[in-house]
Protein backbone atom coordinates (compact mmCIF):
# COMPACT_ATOMS: atom_id res chain seq x y z
CA UNK A 1 0.00 0.00 0.00
CA UNK A 2 0.72 3.41 -0.41
CA UNK A 3 3.99 2.73 -3.45
CA UNK A 4 4.89 4.60 -5.75
CA UNK A 5 6.69 4.50 -8.64
CA UNK A 6 8.97 7.02 -10.98
CA UNK A 7 7.86 5.27 -14.46
CA UNK A 8 5.02 2.20 -14.23
CA UNK A 9 3.53 0.17 -11.59
CA UNK A 10 3.34 1.61 -8.82
CA UNK A 11 3.10 -1.64 -6.77
CA UNK A 12 4.14 -4.79 -8.54
CA UNK A 13 5.63 -5.19 -12.31
CA UNK A 14 4.52 -8.46 -13.92
CA UNK A 15 6.98 -10.06 -16.05
CA UNK A 16 7.38 -13.67 -14.80
CA UNK A 17 3.56 -14.92 -14.07
CA UNK A 18 1.15 -13.99 -10.85
CA UNK A 19 -1.68 -15.52 -8.96
CA UNK A 20 -2.89 -13.39 -6.62
CA UNK A 21 -5.87 -13.85 -4.17
CA UNK A 22 -7.59 -11.98 -1.64
CA UNK A 23 -5.22 -8.97 -2.11
CA UNK A 24 -5.22 -4.93 -1.21
CA UNK A 25 -3.84 -2.94 -3.39
CA UNK A 26 -4.33 0.64 -2.41
CA UNK A 27 -2.94 4.34 -2.58
CA UNK A 28 -0.40 2.79 -5.07
CA UNK A 29 1.08 5.75 -7.71
CA UNK A 30 2.91 5.78 -11.14
CA UNK A 31 2.93 8.07 -13.95
CA UNK A 32 3.13 5.94 -16.58
CA UNK A 33 1.57 2.02 -17.22
CA UNK A 34 0.18 0.81 -13.86
CA UNK A 35 -0.58 2.55 -11.31
CA UNK A 36 -0.81 -0.38 -8.88
CA UNK A 37 0.47 -3.43 -11.16
CA UNK A 38 1.50 -3.57 -14.78
CA UNK A 39 1.80 -6.54 -16.30
CA UNK A 40 4.48 -6.61 -19.47
CA UNK A 41 5.46 -9.16 -22.20
CA UNK A 42 2.44 -11.61 -22.63
CA UNK A 43 2.73 -13.06 -19.46
CA UNK A 44 -0.22 -15.01 -17.54
CA UNK A 45 -1.53 -12.84 -14.78
CA UNK A 46 -4.49 -14.00 -12.24
CA UNK A 47 -5.69 -11.64 -9.65
CA UNK A 48 -9.29 -13.09 -8.00
CA UNK A 49 -11.10 -11.43 -4.82
CA UNK A 50 -8.60 -8.53 -4.83
CA UNK A 51 -9.42 -4.94 -3.93
CA UNK A 52 -7.92 -1.83 -5.63
CA UNK A 53 -8.58 1.18 -4.27
CA UNK A 54 -7.33 4.75 -4.86
CA UNK A 55 -4.48 3.82 -7.23
CA UNK A 56 -3.24 5.34 -10.29
CA UNK A 57 -2.50 9.52 -10.58
CA UNK A 58 -4.18 11.34 -13.92
CA UNK A 59 -1.04 10.69 -16.16
CA UNK A 60 -1.80 6.82 -15.64
CA UNK A 61 -2.77 4.50 -18.32
CA UNK A 62 -4.82 1.98 -15.70
CA UNK A 63 -5.05 3.76 -12.81
CA UNK A 64 -5.15 -0.36 -10.97
CA UNK A 65 -4.01 -2.36 -13.49
CA UNK A 66 -1.89 -2.00 -17.34
CA UNK A 67 -2.01 -5.08 -19.13
CA UNK A 68 0.82 -5.42 -22.19
CA UNK A 69 0.28 -8.08 -24.68
CA UNK A 70 -1.63 -10.28 -22.79
CA UNK A 71 -4.35 -9.45 -21.08
CA UNK A 72 -4.57 -10.30 -17.33
CA UNK A 73 -7.65 -12.16 -15.77
CA UNK A 74 -9.40 -10.40 -12.82
CA UNK A 75 -12.71 -12.17 -11.52
CA UNK A 76 -14.19 -11.34 -8.45
CA UNK A 77 -12.54 -8.32 -7.65
CA UNK A 78 -13.55 -4.66 -6.78
CA UNK A 79 -12.13 -1.63 -8.27
CA UNK A 80 -12.29 1.61 -6.45
CA UNK A 81 -11.68 5.57 -6.48
CA UNK A 82 -8.95 4.69 -8.87
CA UNK A 83 -7.76 7.06 -11.67
CA UNK A 84 -5.66 7.17 -15.10
CA UNK A 85 -5.74 9.66 -18.39
CA UNK A 86 -7.05 6.15 -20.12
CA UNK A 87 -8.99 2.99 -18.44
CA UNK A 88 -9.92 4.94 -14.69
CA UNK A 89 -9.40 1.30 -13.03
CA UNK A 90 -8.23 -0.96 -15.64
CA UNK A 91 -5.99 -1.11 -19.34
CA UNK A 92 -6.14 -3.83 -21.60
CA UNK A 93 -8.19 -6.28 -19.03
CA UNK A 94 -10.50 -9.26 -18.92
CA UNK A 95 -12.82 -8.96 -15.93
CA UNK A 96 -15.29 -11.75 -14.58
CA UNK A 97 -18.10 -10.78 -11.85
CA UNK A 98 -16.19 -7.86 -10.80
CA UNK A 99 -17.07 -4.35 -9.45
CA UNK A 100 -16.05 -1.06 -11.15
CA UNK A 101 -17.26 2.18 -8.78
CA UNK A 102 -16.11 5.74 -9.07
CA UNK A 103 -13.01 5.25 -11.36
CA UNK A 104 -12.35 8.25 -13.31
CA UNK A 105 -9.74 9.22 -16.71
CA UNK A 106 -9.97 11.38 -19.08
CA UNK A 107 -11.07 8.16 -21.55
CA UNK A 108 -12.81 5.39 -20.22
CA UNK A 109 -13.71 6.13 -16.37
CA UNK A 110 -13.86 2.45 -15.51
CA UNK A 111 -12.24 0.29 -18.77
CA UNK A 112 -9.77 0.93 -21.58
CA UNK A 113 -9.56 -1.75 -24.14
CA UNK A 114 -11.00 -4.53 -22.61
CA UNK A 115 -13.13 -7.71 -22.10
CA UNK A 116 -16.29 -7.00 -19.43
CA UNK A 117 -18.39 -10.21 -18.65
CA UNK A 118 -20.83 -10.46 -15.71
CA UNK A 119 -20.09 -7.06 -14.18
CA UNK A 120 -20.79 -3.70 -12.51
CA UNK A 121 -19.60 -0.58 -14.25
CA UNK A 122 -21.21 2.39 -11.62
CA UNK A 123 -20.70 5.98 -10.80
CA UNK A 124 -17.41 6.01 -13.26
CA UNK A 125 -15.91 9.45 -15.18
CA UNK A 126 -14.40 10.84 -17.87
CA UNK A 127 -13.54 14.07 -18.84
CA UNK A 128 -13.66 13.46 -22.40
CA UNK A 129 -15.24 10.01 -23.88
CA UNK A 130 -16.44 6.79 -22.00
CA UNK A 131 -17.84 7.03 -18.75
CA UNK A 132 -18.00 3.80 -18.22
CA UNK A 133 -15.96 2.05 -20.49
CA UNK A 134 -14.38 3.08 -23.62
CA UNK A 135 -13.30 1.17 -26.97
CA UNK A 136 -14.43 -2.78 -25.06
CA UNK A 137 -16.25 -5.34 -25.15
CA UNK A 138 -19.14 -6.05 -22.75
CA UNK A 139 -21.57 -9.22 -22.11
CA UNK A 140 -24.14 -9.51 -19.88
CA UNK A 141 -23.39 -6.12 -17.14
CA UNK A 142 -24.67 -3.62 -15.84
CA UNK A 143 -23.52 0.06 -16.76
CA UNK A 144 -25.44 2.56 -14.45
CA UNK A 145 -24.64 5.92 -13.39
CA UNK A 146 -21.41 6.73 -15.57
CA UNK A 147 -20.51 10.32 -16.84
CA UNK A 148 -19.04 11.80 -19.75
CA UNK A 149 -17.81 15.44 -20.26
CA UNK A 150 -18.21 14.60 -24.02
CA UNK A 151 -19.86 11.67 -25.25
CA UNK A 152 -20.57 8.06 -24.46
CA UNK A 153 -21.64 8.44 -20.85
CA UNK A 154 -21.90 4.81 -20.32
CA UNK A 155 -20.15 3.20 -23.24
CA UNK A 156 -18.11 4.56 -26.20
CA UNK A 157 -17.04 3.09 -29.21
CA UNK A 158 -17.89 -0.51 -27.49
CA UNK A 159 -19.48 -3.84 -28.35
CA UNK A 160 -22.15 -4.04 -25.61
CA UNK A 161 -24.09 -7.42 -25.66
CA UNK A 162 -27.00 -8.30 -22.99
CA UNK A 163 -26.42 -5.32 -20.83
CA UNK A 164 -28.05 -2.95 -18.86
CA UNK A 165 -27.32 0.68 -19.58
CA UNK A 166 -28.97 2.64 -16.74
CA UNK A 167 -28.91 6.47 -15.52
CA UNK A 168 -25.69 7.19 -17.77
CA UNK A 169 -25.15 10.70 -18.84
CA UNK A 170 -22.78 12.08 -21.37
CA UNK A 171 -22.55 16.33 -22.09
CA UNK A 172 -22.66 15.79 -25.76
CA UNK A 173 -23.72 12.89 -27.38
CA UNK A 174 -24.77 9.18 -26.53
CA UNK A 175 -26.07 9.19 -23.16
CA UNK A 176 -25.81 5.13 -22.77
CA UNK A 177 -23.43 4.60 -26.06
CA UNK A 178 -21.90 6.44 -28.68
CA UNK A 179 -20.18 4.33 -31.50
CA UNK A 180 -20.10 0.83 -31.37
CA UNK A 181 -23.28 -2.03 -31.11
CA UNK A 182 -25.70 -2.38 -28.57
CA UNK A 183 -27.13 -5.93 -29.06
CA UNK A 184 -29.96 -7.12 -26.89
CA UNK A 185 -29.91 -4.14 -24.45
CA UNK A 186 -31.71 -2.35 -22.09
CA UNK A 187 -30.97 1.28 -22.41
CA UNK A 188 -33.04 3.29 -19.66
CA UNK A 189 -33.23 6.47 -18.11
CA UNK A 190 -29.92 7.84 -19.86
CA UNK A 191 -29.72 11.82 -21.38
CA UNK A 192 -27.78 13.47 -23.42
CA UNK A 193 -27.24 17.02 -25.70
CA UNK A 194 -28.20 14.54 -28.86
CA UNK A 195 -28.68 10.69 -29.05
CA UNK A 196 -30.36 10.12 -25.09
CA UNK A 197 -29.87 6.39 -25.50
CA UNK A 198 -27.03 6.52 -28.30
CA UNK A 199 -25.42 8.13 -31.04
CA UNK A 200 -24.03 6.83 -34.46
CA UNK A 201 -24.26 3.22 -32.69
CA UNK A 202 -25.75 -0.21 -34.54
CA UNK A 203 -28.55 -1.01 -32.16
Not at 31 to 42: I, S, T
Not at 53 to 81: H, K, M, Q, W
Not at 87 to 112: D, E, F, K, P
Amino acid sequence: MGNISQYRAGAIFVDGGIEATDCLYEGNKAPDEGGAVAVWGGVDATFTKCHFSNNGLETSLGGAIYGDNNAPRTSNCIFENNKAAAGGAVYNCQLLSCRLIGNAAAYGGGAYGSIVESTVVSNNTATANGGGVYGSHIEKSTLQNNTATISGGGAYGSYVYESTLRDNAATANGGGIYGGTARTCLIVHTSAATGGGAYSSTI
